[in-house]
């Protein structure tokens, strides 16, 4: 099963990426928090280095783009091509009422058809892009049954993959999955697709996986193609985000059924916490990554209740490595 990284505003920075793939396998693409363009027309500090080739070396890395004018894709397409990348992802995916508002993210859901010009002018473009363009989307906006229309359009461009999180704009993150509607788009899509949405636990990928549906192609320059048919039930892959960053060895987990490793877990973190002390000002602002990053594996702790609670309360680095350095041997103390 393909696995991906998916794209978190705040979380996955470069710094995550580069500790993460040096302590777990199992990731086969990382997609970057969605970059913008800047009044200016250039990328600002922060977005371009997320995406400078020396913070990237050796991981397989996705730029994500967030706007809905055609112009600005093919300016920020030709740049991240002259970095060296081979693929770029349109995000039409994030809920967020701000990015809505503006018509961009799923906000460009609600408009078809002019959704469907900005692909007719971005594929027309097409000289200095990257080779691969992908698209990151939701449901829709109100009805799951929206995905329709889209895959329809989705249908008609070669984008490499569509990447569907089973959910419609206003559900936001809450809520269950809308299966039904991600199993339709699955059989109705003519791209590979890859399913987002929940999935925290090897137990929710084995809902997905269904063999149904494929079928082998001729040879492809040396390897065995597989022929996208509709009516397939599996997902060419799936994208994890909260999961992942709640547990990051899942993407290892799903492929090999490993144990957790408090070990491994505890050189993540280390890694992370010395990459965020080091292009940071001020502990503070380390420690405020750190926390946000606890946010989410404390879901995987649930006893660590009063450890959580100093970790929110602490007030400088250095109280905050003691906490967690005591709360670590602890735990592997419990496991060996």
């Not at 990426?17 to 970057?32: L, M």
């Not at 250039?42 to 112009?71: C, M, W, Y």
């Not at 906000?107 to 469907?116: A, N, Q, R, S």
């Not at 973190?269 to 990053?293: C, F, P, T, W």
């Amino acid at each position: 099963m393909i696995l991906y990284a998916a794209p978190m505003e705040g979380i996955t920075s470069y710094i995550w990426r580069r500790a993460h793939s040096h302590w777990y396998p199992g990731i086969d693409k990382y997609f970057t928090p969605f970059l913008t363009l800047g009044k200016g027309k250039g990328f600002k500090t922060r977005e371009k280095s997320e995406i400078l080739p020396d913070h990237n070396r050796g991981l397989p890395v996705v730029p994500q783009i967030l706007t809905s004018r055609a112009d600005d894709f093919i300016l920020m397409g030709r740049r991240i091509a002259d970095l060296g990348y081979d693929e770029m992802n349109l995000n039409l995916g994030c809920p967020s009422p701000t990015v809505v508002k503006k018509g961009k993210g799923s906000g460009f859901l609600k408009d078809p058809d002019t959704l469907c010009r900005f692909f007719e002018a971005i594929f027309k473009a097409g000289e200095g892009l990257p080779e691969k363009i992908s698209v990151k989307t939701r449901l829709g906006v109100e009805d799951g049954c929206e995905i329709r229309r889209l895959i329809e359009i989705y249908n008609q461009f070669p984008f490499s993959e569509v990447i569907i999180h089973a959910r419609v704009q206003k559900d936001l993150y809450k809520g269950a999955v809308r299966m039904a509607d991600f199993r339709d788009a699955l059989k109705a899509s003519l791209h590979p697709v890859v399913y987002n949405g929940d999935i925290f636990t090897g137990a929710d990928v084995e809902k997905l996986t269904d063999h149904t549906g494929y079928r082998e192609a001729e040879p492809s320059g040396g390897q065995v193609a597989v022929e996208r048919s509709p009516g397939r039930c599996e997902p060419d892959g799936i994208m994890l985000a909260r999961g992942l960053i709640a547990n990051p060895q899942l993407a290892e987990m799903i492929q090999t059924g490993s144990r957790k490793d408090i070990l491994r877990l505890k050189g993540f973190h280390d890694e992370l916490a010395d990459g965020y002390e080091e292009i940071m000002s001020g502990d503070r602002n380390a420690l405020y990554k750190m926390k946000e990053i606890w946010s989410y594996l404390l879901l995987e702790f649930p006893e660590a209740k009063k450890t959580g609670k100093k970790i929110r309360k602490s007030v400088h680095l250095q109280e905050y490595r003691q906490i967690v350095d005591e709360w670590f041997l602890s735990e592997a103390e419990n496991e060996y």
